[in-house]
């Protein structure tokens, strides 16, 4: 991909995280860590447009997806969840998953 050079104007706490994360080997120089925070982004972008429209075909073929089914929805999952965690507890009681 063909790179362009710009100027930007950027907090003196994120050059200083870029540096060190350049420092711990974490990213080639603070372009790339630049580039991948702006890549990330963009992607991260894209996917909450799909996620967008996902919602909203769903909602035109089934009605829309109320606070109440929403709130139930997170019920049961934090239900289910507490019941993997139990199983999960038990297994290391039993000693399944070693030392």
Same mark, same amino acid.
Request: glycine residues 6%; without cysteine.
């Given at each position: 991909m063909t790179k362009r050079r710009i100027t930007v104007t950027v907090d003196a706490g994120l050059i200083e995280a870029a540096t060190n994360a350049v420092n711990a %080997?974490?990213?080639?120089s603070v372009s790339a860590w630049v580039n991948e925070a702006m890549a990330a982004k963009?992607?991260? #972008? #894209?996917?909450? $447009? $799909?996620?967008?429209?996902a919602?909203?075909?769903?909602?035109?073929?089934? %009605?829309?997806?109320?606070?109440?089914?929403l709130?139930? #929805?997170?019920?049961?999952?934090?239900q289910a969840a507490a019941q993997v965690r139990a199983r999960l507890r038990e297994r290391k009681a039993k000693g399944e998953f070693g030392t």
């Open positions: %080997g974490d990213a080639s963009s992607e991260k #972008r #894209r996917l909450l $447009a $799909a996620l967008a429209e919602i909203e075909d769903y909602e035109a073929e089934f %009605g829309e997806i109320t606070d109440e089914a709130d139930e #929805r997170q019920r049961l999952d934090l």
